[in-house]
């Protein structure tokens, strides 16, 4: 069972793909009678995601669920403070609490975060993922590490 805090980009991202070609149909919805073009595109969106395994296979303990919430605090924090991106929520379920990060830059993104997760001292089993492109992007490449090697 997952309970989600604030829903998730990746669970939208097929339907943000649609977004272009119902914009692009007139006001009475004909696609045959498009509008005019939008502005210029905005930049692919990256992602930071990352998996903390908890110590039981369903939702951790409260202790866990507090030290996480404090650590999304952090999290937050060190985004905004380096302009990185946004932080988006999370998911428990399944044994793992999944934070969601989005930006511009997966690097940079990261690089405001790492401090925050390596001090947090998270359990074997804790990765990371990056993801260099938007979630609809098939072609989005992705790299995963642990964080505790």
């Given at each position: 069972?997952l309970l ?26 004909d ?18 995601i990352?998996?903390i ?7 951790g ?7 996480l919430?404090a650590?999304e605090t ?14 988006d929520?999370?998911?428990f379920?399944e ?5 969601y990060?989005y930006?511009?830059?997966a690097?940079?993104l ?13 359990p074997?089993?804790s ?7 938007s ?9 995963r ?5």
């Amino acid at each position: 069972m997952l309970l989600r805090r604030m829903p998730g980009r990746d669970e939208v991202g097929a339907l943000l793909l649609l977004l272009p070609a119902f914009l692009s149909c007139s006001p009475d919805g004909d696609p045959g009678k498009p509008t005019k073009p939008s502005a210029a595109k905005k930049s692919p969106e990256h992602a930071v995601i990352v998996h903390i395994k908890l110590s039981n296979d369903r939702m951790g303990t409260e202790k866990e669920r507090k030290d996480l919430q404090a650590l999304e605090t952090r999290l937050e924090t060190a985004i905004k403070a380096r302009q990185a991106g946004e932080f988006d929520g999370n998911e428990f379920g399944e044994g793992f609490c999944t934070l969601y990060m989005y930006g511009s830059d997966a690097n940079a993104l990261f690089a405001s975060v790492e401090p925050a997760l390596r001090a947090a001292n998270l359990p074997q089993g804790s990765y990371v993922i990056k993801r260099y492109g938007s979630a609809g992007d098939p072609k989005a490449r992705e790299e995963r590490f642990d964080l505790k090697p």
